[in-house]
Every structure is written in C-alpha cells, then in structure tokens.
Nanobody, 120 residues
C-alpha cells in the first residue's frame, strides 16, 4: 500500500507562487511515476503534471505549461509542484497521484488533496 500526503497549499494573490509537496510512504514509490491533478468546484478533475520515476521525463497540462514545474526527490520520497504566475483560474484542490505503470485520472494511489486559492 502507498500513502500520499500533500502540503503547501494556501491563499496567494494572482501573479504569486506556491510550491506543493507530496510525501509518499509505503512501497517503493521511487520506482513509480507520479503526478498532480486538480479539481475546482463543479468541474471535472484536470491533469496538471506528471513525472517518470527517474525524473527525466515530465508532461504538463496545456493550462499550466510554462508556469508550473514538477520535480521529485526519490531520496525523500517526495514530489514537488512549483507553481508560478498563478491565476485565479488555478484555484482548486490539488491532488497527488501515483501508479505502478502510468499516471492518469484512474491512477491507483491518491492523496487527500490540498487547497490552492488564488485571489484576483
């Protein structure tokens, strides 16, 4: 079993930055692809970013590409999401995900989420 715990959310003004962290425990998650999704009220869960097990490949959703950066530190079993130039439309609950094969909306493991609110 894998447990994921997110932190780092909060309230920030538009144009500001936040860094989210996701600490994984349990199985050898250093070999798992991991990623971030978000869900705003009344909307579907949206893909934000993912990273392969070694950190050498990343992928981003269109709405965040160029502003957000995903990274990981396998020694700390932690994945990060650096969010810059935040916009009010980035307001959502952000979820960390992990999977033995590939990160998607049907990933095997999820965190409880952390709220990000961007004020205009």
């Amino acid at each position: 079993q894998v447990q994921l715990v997110e932190s780092g959310g909060g309230l920030v003004q538009a144009g500001g930055s936040l860094r989210l962290s996701c600490v994984a425990s349990g199985r050898t998650v250093s070999s798992y692809p991991m990623g971030w999704f978000r869900q705003a009220p009344g909307k579907e869960r949206e893909f934000v970013a993912r990273i392969n097990w070694s950190g050498t490949r990343t992928d981003y959703g269109n709405s965040v590409r160029g502003r957000f950066t995903i990274s990981r530190d396998n020694a700390k079993n932690t994945v990060y999401l650096q969010m810059n130039s935040l916009k009010p439309e980035d307001t959502a609950v952000y979820y960390c995900a992990a999977d033995r094969v590939a990160v998607s909306a049907s990933s095997e493991y999820w965190g409880q989420g952390t709220q990000v609110t961007v004020s205009s």
